[in-house]
Nanobody, 126 residues
């Protein structure tokens, strides 16, 4: 069983930054792609960013490209999401996801049968 625990969410003004962390346990972390998704009130959950098992490839939604950076530390079993130049429309609950099967960073956004964390709230005020 895989456990994912997110942290780092909070309230920030537009233009500010936050870094989310996701601590993983329960299996070999460094063998699977990871990703971040988000869900705003009244909207469906959407893909934000994905990263390959070896940190060699990343993939981003167009809405966050150039502002967000996903990274991972396989020695610590942690995946990060650095969020810069935050906008009010980035307000959402952010979820960490771990692939159940070997896949690519890009494919993380297409598949949805991942392991999920409990989510962390990010609120961006205007």
């Amino acid at each position: 069983q895989v456990q994912l625990v997110e942290s780092g969410g909070g309230l920030v003004q537009a233009g500010g930054s936050l870094r989310l962390s996701c601590a993983a346990s329960g299996r070999a972390f460094n063998m699977y792609a990871m990703g971040w998704f988000r869900q705003a009130p009244g909207k469906e959950r959407e893909f934000v960013a994905g990263i390959s098992w070896d940190d060699a490839a990343t993939y981003y939604a167009d809405s966050v490209k150039g502002r967000f950076t996903i990274s991972r530390d396989n020695a610590k079993n942690i995946v990060y999401l650095q969020m810069n130049s935050l906008k009010p429309e980035d307000t959402a609950v952010y979820y960490c996801a771990a692939a159940r099967v070997p896949t690519t960073a890009q494919a993380m956004g297409v598949m949805n049968n991942h392991y999920w964390g409990q989510g962390t709230q990010v609120t961006v005020s205007s």
